[in-house]
């Protein structure tokens, strides 16, 4: 009913230079409901939220709030107008306590006690059902919780709108479901969320109704249950869903009469407590298990990214000392992190710079690329994986997660890899991007190249991978292919050891 609309834009357009990002694109927000904004990267999802959170200003359209036309031209005036947004990387302060993050910048008085503060933030806790207390440094708690907590200060800041960007892609499955429980408390509450995310399971289980967007433009709102998933994932590419029915059929026989390529025995590292493993020439295998289990910390045991402590490594049958990733990398091993805003991109640099960055590194800095050559390489590579960007010259910072990712992508497969350790190549990005990457990684192997590919989404390996290495604990408790490569016996080997 018209009565119950809370948000709306319409005809909202914004133009960067070379980009129209959005073109007459509409969205509603009722009071009490779960909205998800869905759409690939680049899709102008972003764009959109910036809008409407005063980041940016729209070249034309309006907003509304209530029935009552409103201007918003910074963060300030959103927040003014009942509009707060929680971000995937939490923008609070680990090193204060829980009580002075919800209260920071608007404090009622300076002469109010510190424990007054905390007893407020005890109140607004408990109500919201949120598991922990206002004297607690806020670094201590788990990344859901920080979540939360961005949530009740933007809840005690009397929001209307709430805005939830990616909030749960660093979260596991029980924190995932204490997330879900606020957002429904708070729907019961009237209170309107925009919930953005890539997890599709997780926008059928929340949301009550979505909004497509592709290439700038509004594809059209569904209710969630007049919307199948297939449909979803059709409408966000434009085109027919490519069910994979061919990954995986190469199968471990054939791979494994290769050659080993890579053997380690009793490798360990700083982080990575000692374990054998070997992958053999176009072979992609995975490490899985749930978070924290070790796979991230095994894979950069064998890049060299950590103190390597102990071990023996072969490559082609040949011993080797890998102790820095330069060497791993002059032995043709590539590595993708798995935090890209950490270890991957150099957000101030352009794509041009960020593709060529490994393969100067290996040539040494005083053998630099030239510039027609690094023009050459980026131009080839962003048609190569249809990188969105309106130039080369462009800061890589301002592309989207999928496109980012591409980049790094990029890089590492200028170097020509023998090897390429992916480590969650796929996730924060669209479902288009993932299935691209997904047969990159199938062609590469095809190619010659070994893979290994990391994943928290099980179906997503198991459609990749012909062996997986499953952990739990930093220890390996099982190793599947043929038959057992399923989600029931992955699951049985994390929960009970070897299969």
Not at 41 to 67: C, F, H, P, Q, R
Not at 168 to 189: G, H, I
Not at 275 to 299: A, Q
Not at 424 to 433: F, L, Q
Request: charge should be negative; glycine fraction near 8%; charged fraction near 25%.
């Amino acid at each position: 009913m018209s009565d119950n609309i809370l948000l709306t834009m319409r005809h909202i357009e914004k133009r960067f230079p070379g980009v129209l990002a959005l073109n007459d694109v509409d969205f509603t927000l009722r009071r009490g409901e779960i909205h998800a904004l869905m759409g690939e990267n680049g899709a102008g999802k972003s764009t959109l939220i910036k809008i409407l959170t005063g980041v940016y200003g729209m070249d034309s359209g309006e907003v509304t709030i209530e029935g009552q036309p409103v201007s918003i031209h910074s963060p300030q005036d959103a927040q003014n107008n009942g509009i707060s947004t929680v971000y995937q990387e939490i923008t609070l302060c680990p090193n204060l306590t829980v009580a002075e993050n919800m209260f920071i910048g608007r404090e009622d008085s300076a002469w109010i006690r510190r424990k007054d503060y905390e007893k407020r933030a005890d109140e607004i806790l408990e109500k919201l059902g949120i598991p922990t207390r206002g004297a607690k440094q806020l670094g201590r708690c788990s990344l859901a919780i920080q979540q939360m907590v961005a949530i009740a200060r933007a809840v005690d800041m009397k929001c209307k709108v709430l805005i939830l960007d990616e909030p749960t892609s660093s979260l596991d499955d029980k924190e995932v479901n204490m997330l879900f429980k606020l957002m429904r408390d708070l729907k019961a509450q009237g209170v309107g969320i925009i919930f953005v995310t890539h997890f599709l399971e997780q926008v059928y289980e929340v949301s009550d109704r979505i909004t497509v967007l592709r290439n700038g433009e509004l594809v059209g709102e569904y209710p969630v249950e007049e919307l199948p998933q297939v449909q979803l994932v059709s409408k966000m590419m434009g085109k027919d869903l490519d069910e994979l029915s061919s990954f995986g059929e190469s199968g471990e026989t054939v791979k494994e009469k290769n050659e080993v390529f890579y053997e380690a025995e009793s490798l360990s590292s700083s982080q990575a407590l000692p374990f054998d493993f070997k992958i053999h020439k176009g072979e992609v295998n995975g490490f899985t298990g749930l978070l924290g289990s070790g796979r991230s910390e095994s894979v950069r045991a064998i890049f060299g990214a950590d103190k390597v402590n102990g071990g023996k490594v072969k490559i082609k049958g040949e011993q080797v000392k890998i102790t820095r990733p330069i060497d791993a990398m002059k032995h043709g091993i590539g590595y993708l992190a798995e935090d890209r805003k950490r270890d991957g991109i150099i957000a101030e640099l352009s794509v041009r710079e960020n593709i060529i960055l490994a393969l100067q590194v290996m040539n040494g800095f005083f053998k630099p690329i030239s510039r027609s050559e690094s023009e050459a390489f980026a131009d080839e590579y962003i048609k190569v994986l249809q990188i969105k960007t309106a130039s080369r010259e462009t800061p890589v910072g301002s592309l989207s997660g999928g496109n980012q990712q591409k980049v790094i992508l990029a890089r590492w497969l200028l170097t020509h890899p023998d090897y390429l350790i992916l480590d969650e190549p796929t996730r924060g990005i669209d479902v288009g991007t993932k299935l691209e990457i997904q047969k990159l990684v199938l062609k590469l192997a095809e190619d010659g190249v070994s893979v290994t590919f990391i994943s928290s989404e099980v179906e997503e390996m198991l459609r990749t991978c012909s062996r997986l290495i499953v952990m739990r604990d930093r220890h390996i408790v099982g190793e599947l292919k043929g038959n057992d490569l399923n989600q029931a016996q992955v699951m049985k080997t994390i929960a009970g050891g070897e299969a």
